[in-house]
């Protein structure tokens, strides 16, 4: 499977596309895999496997291969560095955190991750990572700059940046547990001058509402995690927000 070609597929067909991220950090593998297994049933196309911290090594490698013994859809790494990567995923975010002010979260990391993305064979999917007031702790971790809510422009000419730099995607990220997502100007701004390039929207959106008004400026797909993680019911609360943002 490749999964851009399955991901840009499934936006065409339904118009969005749903991600669920899970920290392995967070729960152990076996509960996970349930985790993955019940957003599954709610209607979620892939699932997303890292964190800022903690998601690396045996736990990452025994997370993501009892993922894949339970579900079907892609898996896809979401590494916050070089020790984010595992062999038994299907694909990785490839991913610059374009306004970082260490260099080593825009390209060092990605350095002396490529040589095992290349030896292991999962499919590598370039991104420009931007991360967006308040940022949270990936924003603490990545030592962002934080681009201002209130500062579209800003977004826009790091979009545009990474756009020409050859990203095939654009993440825009207000961090996990944010309080409120990405406003919808800002995500219309960024996604004019995308084009075809797929636009991926995270942090803050906890309900079906506001996935909605996210998919309806401009976000291609929307990525959950937090509330993942505190719902009783995963199947329920995903299939409200796949619901909410499909055709």
Same mark, same amino acid.
């Given at each position: 499977?490749? @999964?851009?070609?399955?991901? $840009? &597929?499934? @936006?065409?067909?339904?118009?969005?596309?749903?991600?669920?991220?899970?920290?392995? /950090?967070?729960?152990?593998?076996?509960?996970?895999?349930?985790?993955?297994?019940? +957003?599954?049933k709610g209607g979620?196309?892939?699932?997303?496997?890292?964190?800022?911290?903690?998601?690396?090594?045996?736990?990452?490698?025994?997370?993501?291969?009892?993922?894949?013994?339970?579900?079907?859809?892609?898996?896809?790494?979401?590494?916050?560095?070089?020790?984010?990567?595992?062999?038994?995923?299907?694909?990785?975010?490839?991913?610059?955190?374009?306004?970082?002010?260490?260099?080593?979260?825009?390209?060092?990391?990605?350095?002396?991750?490529?040589?095992?993305?290349?030896?292991?064979?999962?499919?590598?999917?370039s991104m420009a990572?931007?991360?967006?007031?308040?940022?949270?702790?990936?924003?603490?971790?990545?030592? *962002?700059?934080?681009?201002?809510?209130?500062?579209?422009?800003?977004?826009?000419?790091?979009?545009? +940046?990474?756009?020409?730099?050859?990203?095939?995607?654009?993440?825009?990220? *207000?961090?996990?547990?944010?309080?409120?997502?990405?406003?919808? $100007?800002?995500?219309? /701004?960024?996604? &004019?001058?995308?084009?075809?390039?797929?636009?991926?929207?995270?942090?803050?959106?906890?309900?079906?509402?506001?996935?909605?008004?996210? /998919? &309806? +400026?401009?976000?291609?797909?929307?990525?959950?995690?937090?509330? @993942?993680?505190?719902?009783?019911?995963?199947?329920?609360?995903?299939?409200?927000?796949? +619901?909410?943002?499909?055709?």
């Open positions: 499977m490749q @999964v851009e070609i399955h991901l $840009e &597929k499934i @936006v065409k067909q339904d118009g969005k596309a749903h991600l669920t991220l899970i920290d392995p /950090a967070s729960q152990t593998p076996e509960i996970a895999a349930e985790m993955a297994l019940a +957003a599954v979620t196309d892939a699932i997303m496997i890292g964190g800022s911290t903690g998601a690396s090594g045996t736990l990452l490698d025994e997370t993501v291969m009892k993922i894949k013994e339970k579900v079907d859809v892609p898996t896809i790494l979401f590494p916050g560095n070089s020790a984010g990567l595992s062999s038994y995923a299907d694909a990785v975010f490839f991913m610059s955190l374009l306004n970082s002010r260490d260099i080593n979260y825009i390209i060092t990391n990605q350095v002396l991750g490529a040589p095992m993305v290349y030896r292991s064979g999962i499919e590598p999917i990572y931007l991360l967006v007031e308040p940022g949270g702790t990936v924003g603490w971790v990545g030592d *962002a700059k934080l681009i201002p809510r209130k500062k579209p422009e800003l977004a826009v000419a790091y979009a545009l +940046a990474g756009k020409y730099f050859g990203m095939h995607y654009t993440y825009l990220e *207000a961090g996990s547990g944010a309080d409120a997502p990405i406003n919808p $100007e800002m995500i219309g /701004a960024v996604k &004019k001058v995308l084009g075809d390039n797929m636009l991926i929207v995270g942090g803050g959106i906890r309900d079906g509402e506001t996935a909605k008004l996210c /998919a &309806k +400026a401009g976000a291609d797909m929307i990525v959950t995690g937090t509330i @993942v993680e505190e719902t009783k019911d995963v199947t329920a609360k995903v299939a409200e927000l796949v +619901a909410a943002i499909k055709h």
